[in-house]
């Protein structure tokens, strides 16, 4: 008996395939995959048999497909007809990209429970059914870096997202912007100018119209290596910069005073190669005292700007990180809509600016409506301390001001260093993050040489010295802000000589690191992003616009944006800028919302399974938005708006946001009805917006 079944054996591992029978299995995967995605063809490189398993080894092109639970046993289906009848009972595997194409499904799309075993076609001898079980491998070790509170939290926002991205920390970038050619000595746009725009420009108007504020909505730390700041005014306020600007201290039980740690100071206009505004000055610094005023009087500081004219301005603050900071520094910001108060995670994100948000201010100085306060009150009492630096009022001009490098300049000439004279918003990352205080080695990894590979090399260094020793990167220098993921916004998927459309592309990287980020969560990871975003976005996009929006592919390839970062990082191409095919919807303002919608819920997905929550998609805005006056009064209505794209996306509250005459919208009243009565004064203008709220967050504001 033994040596009957050794026989069996033998003959069986003796068994291969034909270089046609190959060929046919890879003109079929061919036809499969490429209904979902573009690709060039899929190959059979390596046939591997042992025992009843029958392993195909394909191309990488293999692995662009969007694999799921439901998509893989029709596959193993198709290649059994192809196979010879002796082997028509094996089971199937595939291995594209060094893995089983089961275990290229997303983690948050694999059933918790072990998948039903697929019934394949009958085998010629018998009338049992024959099984492929397609469960994929259960890999259960993910990527978190948890905090003990977020870096900043808004005390007053009436939305508490529980099922949205609450404590979510996600660094992003808008692809390009204006940089300095080291050549030329001229400051130059890094892609061309092609139907009405410009990709340094364009992405700007899906991440900062709309994806930053969708990810913010629902609760996240959205960081960026740019100026998210349109506005072209800046007013700087600091203990170490005179100006007509106002820095005040008052003193309670607890004295302000100076440590050794250096801080911000704006000695001058311009910034050089190595210069860092964050080491020219000093920084201030309390004891905490208890949140109860009735047992200590508090400390605190007041900056009050020179408003140059009325507008709508960012607010950034700064500070410097000690062990013993804390957690919940206390900042107000007094803006023409009221008051708003922010708790900061000063252990964190010391050194640098942190964004609060965006307000309206008038022009001048008016501590009651223009200025911010940070008191040293704290849940921790007097064993924590709270530092406070500058405070940054708008986005403002570009300040880097640059040089050729020597071989390049004409020995007849002088040379001065040259800013780029366009508002900041426009340069690349490489000026902001030396604007921001970061170490040289990020910003300026070519020491001077190469403007072009700093900006897209600093992107990725930015990335790791924001969570430089947070949980998920322990040992690495940095600012400990426990960055969950890693987001870059491309437009430039490709280029066609017809008039197709290109479509959509993502691109992330695994091999650095045998694989692995630091705890052991698999770099696949990133893929698992990838592919949740591009399938969000091809399917609203075909749904509501273009039913034959092309999906590229998943490129596992070492661009340096995906190779370098230290957490899971995507790169999406979402379509060709150099197409008139793409451009005519990415022009579009309606499009540019269902695209950013479609990358807010990737990432949403994609973070609730990393976390094991539920979550909820905030909803979309309301719409038939009216008034009617009733003497005193005004009766304010709405309805909500289906989203047809996504169930769990139904508004359950609302927020009412109030503006009289020529002020600011107030931080808003929660409502339960789609009607509300609110009583008006005479001779007064008032504006009204309403937002739409859920688990998963807020809406955009109504018109």
């Known amino acids: ?45 390596r046939v591997s048999i042992s025992d ?16 799921r639970v439901e998509n893989i046993p029709p596959i193993y289906d198709s290649i059994r007809e192809c196979l010879p009848d002796e082997m028509s009972r094996f089971r199937i595997r595939i291995i594209t990209d060094r893995q089983d194409i089961e275990d290229l499904i997303p983690r948050p799309l694999r059933s918790k429970t072990p998948e039903r075993k697929m019934p394949q076609r009958k085998s010629p001898d018998a009338e049992q059914e024959i099984y492929q079980d397609v469960e994929p491998k259960t890999d259960e070790k993910r990527f978190v870096n948890r905090a003990s509170r977020p870096l900043v939290t808004r005390l007053s926002s009436l939305s508490q997202p529980e099922r949205g991205l609450a404590g979510r920390h996600i660094a992003m970038w808008q692809s390009h912007g204006l940089y300095f050619d080291n050549n030329s000595g001229e400051w130059q746009w890094q892609r061309a100018k092609l139907w009405q725009t410009i990709e340094d420009l364009y992405t700007q108007s899906y991440v900062l119209q709309y994806l930053v504020p969708m990810l913010e909505n629902a609760g996240a730390n959205v960081m960026l290596p740019r100026e998210r700041d349109w ?11 005179p100006g007509t600007s106002t820095y005040d201290e008052y003193t309670g039980h607890r004295t302000w005073y100076t440590p050794v740690e250096r801080g911000f100071a704006l000695r001058q206009q311009t910034f050089t190669d190595g210069q860092n505004p ?30 140059p004219e009325k507008g709508r301005y960012a607010v950034y603050v700064s500070y410097q990180s000690h062990r013993n900071s804390a957690d919940d520094a206390r900042y107000t910001v007094r803006h023409l809509g009221g008051e708003t108060t922010f708790a900061v995670n000063q252990m964190i994100g010391g ?13 001048g100085m008016d501590e009651a409506h223009g200025s911010v306060t940070l008191t040293n009150r704290s849940a921790h009492g007097r064993h924590r301390i709270v530092t406070a630096d500058a405070v940054r009022f708008g986005g403002g001009y570009g300040n880097i001001a640059r040089i050729p490098v020597p071989e390049k300049r004409n020995p007849e000439m002088e040379y001065e260093p040259t800013v780029s004279g366009y508002p900041r918003y426009v340069e690349g990352a490489r000026y902001w993050l030396q604007w921001a205080g970061f170490p040289e080695k990020v910003y300026n ?11 897209y090399m600093s992107r990725a260094h930015w990335v790791n010295y924001l969570m430089g020793g947070s949980k998920a990167l322990p040992d690495s220098t940095g600012l400990r802000i426990p960055v969950d993921m890693a987001f870059a916004f491309h437009s430039d998927a490709g280029a066609k000589m017809d008039d197709e459309i290109v479509g959509t592309l993502g691109i992330f990287f695994t091999r650095e690191n045998n694989g692995k980020y630091h705890g052991g969560a698999s770099r696949y990871l990133s893929r698992d992003l990838a592919d949740l975003v591009m399938s969000n976005i091809c399917r609203d996009v075909r749904a509501a616009y273009e039913p034959e929006w092309s999906r590229r592919g998943l ?27 793409d451009m005519r919807y990415g022009l579009d303002p309606r499009f540019r919302f269902t695209v950013s919608r479609a990358v807010y819920k990737g990432i949403l997905q994609y973070l609730a399974y990393q976390y094991d929550q539920e979550y909820v998609v905030q909803p979309l805005p309301v719409e038939a938005f009216a008034a009617a006056l009733t003497g005193d009064s005004v009766r304010l209505s709405w309805r909500p708006r289906i989203d047809t794209l996504e169930e769990s996306a139904r508004a359950e ?34 504006s009204f917006r309403v937002t739409a709220v859920n688990d998963g967050g807020e809406s955009f504001p109504s018109q």
């Not at 050194?351 to 307000?359: K, M, P, R, S």
């Not at 070519?446 to 900006?455: E, F, M, S």
Request: proline share 4%; charged share 25%; hydrophobic share 35%.
């Open 52 to 67: 009843t398993t029958l392993t195909l080894y394909t191309n990488i092109d293999m692995s662009y497909y969007p694999f």
């Open 555 to 581: 490129w596992n390839r070492s661009y340096y944006e995906a190779r370098v970062p230290s957490a899971p990082t995507m790169l999406l191409e979402l379509l060709s800028h150099q197409n008139f095919a």
């Open 231 to 241: 506005q072209t005014q800046e007013v700087i306020v600091d203990n170490d910069t």
């Open 653 to 686: 509250r609302y927020i009412i946001y109030t503006r009289r005459g020529d002020a600011g919208f107030d931080n808003g009243r929660m409502v339960d009805d789609t009607a509300c009565i609110i009583p008006i004064s005479r001779d007064t203008v008032y």
């Open 351 to 363: 050194g640098t600016w942190i964004y609060l948000g965006h307000f309206d201010f008038a022009e």
């Open 445 to 455: 990894p070519k020491q001077g040489a190469d403007d072009y590979r700093d900006d």
């Open 1 to 45: 008996m033994t040596a009957v079944c050794v026989c069996a054996a033998a003959g069986i591992n003796a068994q291969t395939l034909s270089q046609a029978d190959k060929y046919r299995i890879g003109d079929l995967l061919t036809r499969i995959v490429e209904r979902e995605t573009t690709i060039s063809r899929i190959k059979v490189e």
């Open 278 to 307: 964050f080491t020219d000055g000093s920084c201030r610094a309390s004891e905490c005292v208890s949140l109860d005023p009735e047992k200590e009087d508090e400390s605190r500081i007041v900056w009050t700007p020179d408003i």
